[in-house]
């Protein structure tokens, strides 16, 4: 989250595949969420809610419930009925801020979205991937671009809050058409965004497509290049991204489910590093000029100045040829700024 704002306290509800008309290429919703496809009811999401709340970290005034997984849009109304219900009583003691849902651009029913609104619900997180139809095409999405910004206006007309989820590297898609994409979800002004780059997950359609040699995933470096790139763009803009990178799940990270791809269980934090080095390359001593230094950065940026074991230390020394002996923090100065001293 940018802007120093207050992160919100998710508690998610995984209704995996439930609500989805066909498989998109990619997906294979049981593995990321760790939980086998079946019906989630009343009884199961205040059971999570009531285990989420114990936690120590938890926060009503910055909470939120959420049905992630799924098309959530499309259930049908009465299990909508049911699951949203489910949080009304938590809703009612103040101890959610509001329900968020993720769903596809192509299935908001007017009567459904009423339901949502009555019930809470805040934020409808939109599966966009791309705004290229060909690459929409490819991955088997069943939804133009012309659909996803018909979604983004006609949920904000409503008062929805809309977030927008991204995946770079999908069938058909570069660099450049990629970025494209973020320039046009910039132009539809999303509350907030989200980038995870495709993985070929066993199973999928994606996997046959790569075992064929139809399919050529983008390298971890790629993927935190145009991640990176892609962050800052919306994040100049206003659009704060709020996850880069699939999280972990044990299912997932059983041996051999993750074919292919630029899968790293810290992938938003090799991003936000990238992002910092980029920042920061400008004040480094130029190449050959000191031989043994100490930085001092915002203590805040102690984490992203050190990267993810140690890389951001040898990225200076690489930029440099100065050997870093230590890096310290410093409140006063502010973010991105760094003073390089000779020792
Ligand atoms: S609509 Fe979303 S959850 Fe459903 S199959 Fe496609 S990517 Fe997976």
Same mark, same amino acid.
């Given at each position: ?63 939120e419930v ?18 949203l219900?489910?949080v ?10 509001g329900i968020r849902v ?17 019930r809470g619900v805040r ?98 470096? %790629? *993927? ?5 790139? +892609?962050?800052?763009? $919306? !994040? /100049?803009?206003? @659009?704060? #991204? ?35 080095? %980029? *920042? ?5 001593? +130029?190449?050959?000029? $000191? !031989? /043994?230094?100490? @930085?001092? #950065? ?46």
């Amino acid at each position: 989250m940018s802007g120093g704002r207050r992160k919100t306290f998710i508690v998610p509800v995984f209704i995996p595949n439930q609500g989805c008309p066909h498989r998109c290429v990619f997906c294979e919703q049981e593995k990321i969420t760790a939980q086998q496809q079946g019906p989630v009811d009343a009884r199961r999401v205040t059971r999570i809610i009531e285990t989420a709340i114990c936690s120590r970290r938890f926060d009503p005034a910055h909470a939120e419930v959420a049905f992630y997984g799924g098309t959530f849009t499309n259930l049908n109304l009465q299990v909508m009925e049911e699951l949203l219900g489910s949080v009304s009583p938590f809703l009612k003691k103040g101890i959610f801020t509001g329900i968020r849902v993720s769903t596809r651009p192509d299935s908001l029913d007017p009567e459904k979205l009423a339901l949502m609104k009555r019930r809470g619900v805040r934020t409808v997180e939109l599966g966009v991937q791309s705004m290229d139809d060909h690459v929409l095409a490819l991955s088997g999405r069943g939804h133009s671009a012309r659909d996803s910004e018909k979604a983004v206006g006609l949920l904000k007309n409503l008062g929805f809050l809309v977030g927008i989820q991204l995946m770079p590297g999908l069938p058909g898609d570069s660099r450049e058409v990629f970025l494209s994409t973020v320039e046009k979800v910039i132009g539809l002004q999303p509350a907030m965004a989200r980038l995870y780059p495709a993985l070929v997950i066993k199973g999928t359609a994606l996997a046959r497509m790569y075992e064929k040699g139809d399919y050529v995933p983008l390298g971890l470096a %790629e *993927a935190v290049e145009i991640c990176a790139e +892609s962050c800052r763009m $919306l !994040e /100049k803009a206003g @659009i704060p #991204v709020i996850r880069m990178g699939l999280m972990s799940s044990p299912t997932l990270l059983l041996q051999g489910q993750i074919l292919a791809g630029p899968w790293h269980t810290a992938f938003g934090f090799l991003v936000r590093c990238r992002m910092y080095q %980029e *920042a920061i390359a400008s004040q480094l001593p +130029s190449r050959g000029r $000191l !031989e /043994k230094v100490s @930085i001092r #950065v915002r203590d805040r940026d102690v984490p992203l100045l050190r990267g993810y074991r140690n890389e951001g230390i040898q990225w200076v020394s690489m930029m440099t040829g100065a050997e870093v002996l230590a890096v310290e923090g410093d409140c006063s100065l502010p973010p991105g700024r760094i003073e390089v001293l000779e020792t």
